[in-house]
């Protein structure tokens, strides 16, 4: 397989996820200068062969494309707001989580400073990152994808979304919280055989494939949801799925399971029926959490 080129990247942030991106990009190959406010979290990073560097400014001019990896949005500000001068002519690929209203706005920001823009969505632990699990959402300037990518692709799979710099935070929110969802779902799950005295190491086996088997219902709530067809052909109605839920809450109350990571699900399984949507699919939840008028329907 070709190789891509080899460029010059600053990594700006030495936290568990900015220096498992510049032990990647040093991996890789590519020329990584780094630099952290903590300056001892460069001292791993040089001993493998990136350049540290003494200051902000100075990180800055070193690189073609500038990786900001920091706690959240403020951070990036706090770090670049007085060093826009050295910004001029750079890439900037901001993989700080952030909201999509936040990607925006640093969009502009970029752009009034004559940096083209690109703003990431790790989806990966550290651990992870440069291999093939890791993938990354990219939404933003399309120049500075085409600049950074042989960068980029150091860190996992590279999934550019579009030019709005804000899908890539919108979709990486979502993603996120669908998998703590999940999380809260499994530690109910894991509470409640706790008081059978199940150990979690023996339930977690069935749980997975259970769960595994079950986010295929992803693909078929989506058809659905974006049809608006709650009513059709429906093998799980939801007056059956409210009775059922709310024996899930009872069961946890007797056996001493705070029922609060279930609870909120369970009210709106309750008031959709109670609204004379029983019949329905629990798809038709949706449109009880959606308050602003979507591209797939009128909610408001
Ligand atoms: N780690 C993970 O599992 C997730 C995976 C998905 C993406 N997230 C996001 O990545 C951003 C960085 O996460 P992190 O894991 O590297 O976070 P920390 O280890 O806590 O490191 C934070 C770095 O930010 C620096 N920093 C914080 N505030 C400032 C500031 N005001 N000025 C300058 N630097 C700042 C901090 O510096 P220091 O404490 O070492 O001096 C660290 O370098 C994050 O958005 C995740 O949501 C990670």
């Known amino acids: 397989m070709e190789r891509p080129p080899l460029i010059s990247v600053t990594v700006l942030g030495l936290g568990a996820m900015g220096a498992a991106l510049a032990t990647a990009l040093i991996d890789a190959g590519h020329s990584v ?11 791993p990073l040089v001993a493998r062969g990136a350049a540290r560097a003494g200051d902000i400014d100075e990180a800055l001019r070193a690189g073609q494309v500038i990786v900001t990896c920091l706690l959240d949005h403020a951070a990036v500000h706090d770090v670049l707001d007085d060093h ?22 640093l969009a502009s920001w970029a752009a009034c400073h004559g940096a083209e823009f690109l703003d990431g969505g790790i989806m990966a632990v550290p651990p992870q990152i440069g291999t093939p699990s890791a993938f990354v959402l990219y939404s933003g300037s399309e120049q500075a994808l085409a600049t950074a990518r042989p960068a980029l692709e150091a860190f996992g799979d590279v999934r550019y979304l579009g030019s709005d710099p804000s899908l890539a935070a919108l979709q990486d929110l979502a993603l996120l919280s669908g998998m703590y969802g999940m999380f809260g779902g499994i530690l109910h799950a894991f509470a409640l055989v706790r008081t059978g005295g199940i150990t979690a190491r023996e339930f977690a086996p069935v749980l997975r494939e259970w769960l595994t088997g079950m986010a295929a219902w992803a693909d078929s709530a989506a058809g659905r949801i974006d049809d608006g067809d709650h009513a059709g052909d429906v093998v799980s109605p939801l007056a059956m799925q409210a009775a059922a839920y709310d024996a899930f809450l009872t069961v946890a109350r007797d056996r001493g399971v705070n029922p609060l990571l279930l609870e909120p699900l369970g009210q709106l399984l309750r008031r959709r029926t109670d609204d004379g949507h029983g019949h329905e699919d629990i798809t038709g939840v949706i449109d009880d959490l959606t308050t602003k008028t979507t591209t797939t329907g009128d909610n408001a």
């Open 84 to 105: 826009v001068g050295a910004l001029a002519g750079r890439t900037l690929v901001n993989v700080t989580n952030t909201t999509p209203e936040g990607s925006a706005e």
């Open 33 to 43: 200068t780094v630099w952290n406010r903590t300056p001892a979290k460069t001292a």
